[in-house]
């Protein structure tokens, strides 16, 4: 069990501190004493300790002098006692001692004096009568005396002074904390109006792209997904820790410095605003493909030879680790294209550029004909779609009826024919989008190596990250041109 020392304004526990904890003594007298110098009126329970800190000594018998109130105040010290002087003989000018029995007393008396005195004497020995015994074992006693007291007083001084240091260097600490938490962390405000600021931090083009975002969920009432409310930050910039993380892959340690809250707070703001945005984002906005007709209304120039494409497809594979303690984990994610462990990930996008179709996370081993067919993408699609795609993509025995598959021809001669060439580049400037939409998905480093912490949360993460890049300038021009985005 953890005690608490019962003094006023010490916060030391048992399980934390190096110090010795005493029990209340269950003598009335002794315990009213110490309740009286402790300075409190409440009555001690059966589980009331004091720390050893405030004991002279350290020990339980000298009984709690030592606060942080009081230091320099009830610390008693002993009095040096001395003896009273003997009284010295007067030695007249008449007197018949001759010149050297003189001479041996100022001597003994002389280094009697000098054993007697702390430092260096100005007294010459020149006057100085001589000392009996009796006068000098009285000198030889208070020396001792004051030695003792000497060395009692320092002992006691050295431990008030470790207590007072003590209290010094915790003062210390709470002020430097105090200050920390005071001084401004990093928010939104800070870099709202800079545009580069926002896209290096967030991802997103510029702050009213970011205002617009958190307006969708400013006023929602929040669930955090660790059980616990986080007050200490406005959501305006949970918002923004949440896409540093996304974009930067910034250590949770890092964020809580920048932030100046706790790294499970931090945990706890993630997780809940990635499957906020998760909510937001991809399922009330790429569940369903845009039809051909909605397609044709910003059809790229690219297009013109494919006007029934409703959509491209393509994948993309993320590293990631495995624990080596299971070889069948090992075996399902490994990619013999990557040389990796991965994760594997079904990518639509429409003719102008903006991704509409998101499978879940795969094994690496998984071919790109299994995730089409598991993905759920074939019943999204009608008699006369067209699908680009890559020439992995050998799916044509299970599309849907009416269902058109285009992708580059496979080389059946030496060389491929006039025709041949003109097709695969018409395919190529078509469905390079498609590239294009992924190399901006992985510009989000938190995709650049799925930790294996992050594991359970993939397709969340995933899913989120993709969304969030519709919320970018259109990814072709003539689409730009179309739908001029206003940077002010």
Not at 48 to 56: I, M, P
Not at 213 to 232: A, M, P, R, S, T
Not at 321 to 338: D, E, F, I, P
Not at 343 to 350: M, N, T
Request: with cysteine.
């Amino acid at each position: 069990m953890m005690a608490k020392c019962w003094a006023a304004k010490c916060k030391h526990y048992s399980q934390r501190e190096t110090c010795k904890f005493f029990r209340f003594p269950k003598e009335k007298k002794k315990k009213s004493r110490w309740k009286r110098l402790l300075m409190k009126n409440a009555e001690p329970g059966p589980g009331a300790y004091v720390c050893s800190c405030h004991f002279r000594d350290g020990k339980k018998e000298n009984g709690p002098e030592i606060f942080q109130h009081n230091i320099g105040k009830r610390f008693n010290f002993p009095d040096i006692k001395r003896k009273p002087a003997v009284k010295r003989p007067k030695i007249s000018e008449s007197s018949n001692i001759s010149s050297d029995s003189t001479m041996e007393c100022l001597i003994e008396s002389d280094m009697s004096a000098l054993n007697d005195l702390p430092g260096p004497s100005h007294i010459t020995p020149d006057g100085l009568p001589c000392l009996s015994t009796t006068e000098t074992q009285a000198t030889t006693d208070v020396t001792v005396e004051q030695n003792i007291s000497i060395s009692s007083f320092s002992s006691g001084q050295s431990s008030m002074l470790q207590a007072e240091n003590y209290f010094l260097e915790k003062e210390l600490k709470e002020a430097e904390s105090k200050i920390t938490d005071m001084s401004p962390h990093f928010n939104f405000q800070q870099i709202e109006h800079n545009d580069k600021l926002v896209v290096l931090y967030t991802g997103l083009p510029n702050g009213n792209v970011f205002r617009a975002l958190f307006n969708l969920i400013k006023d929602l009432e929040i669930n955090y997904y660790l059980g616990w409310k986080v007050e200490k930050l406005q959501k305006i910039d949970q918002l923004l820790l949440t896409l540093m993380k996304l974009r930067l892959n910034t250590p949770h340690l890092d964020l809580a410095y920048r932030f100046r809250i706790s790294q499970s707070t931090v945990s706890n703001i993630f997780l809940t605003f990635i499957h906020l945005l998760y909510e937001i984002l991809y399922k009330q906005f790429i569940t369903t493909i845009p039809s051909r007709h909605k397609n044709l209304t910003c059809l790229p120039s690219c297009f013109n030879n494919f006007t029934n494409c409703r959509v491209i497809l393509d994948c993309t594979e993320i590293f990631t680790v495995v624990s080596r303690k299971s070889m069948r984990t090992q075996k399902l994610t490994y990619s013999s294209y990557k040389h990796h462990n991965t994760f594997k990930a079904l990518i639509g996008v429409a003719p102008n550029g903006v991704i509409t179709f998101l499978s879940d996370l795969y094994v690496g081993c998984t071919s790109d004909k299994k995730i089409v067919k598991d993905s759920g993408i074939l019943n999204m699609l009608d008699s006369g779609d067209l699908i680009l795609a890559d020439k992995g993509f050998l799916i044509s025995d299970i599309l849907p009826v009416g269902v058109n598959l285009n992708i580059p021809p496979f080389l059946t001669t030496p060389q491929f024919t006039p025709a041949q060439v003109q097709c695969t580049e018409r395919i190529a400037r078509a469905r390079i989008h498609v590239e294009r939409a992924i190399r901006r998905i992985k510009c989000y480093r938190i995709l650049s190596f799925m930790s294996e912490s992050l594991i359970p949360f993939g397709d969340v993460v995933f899913k989120t990250v993709a969304a969030l890049t519709n919320l970018q300038y259109p990814l072709i021009k003539e689409i730009s041109d179309l739908f001029p985005c206003d940077s002010d």
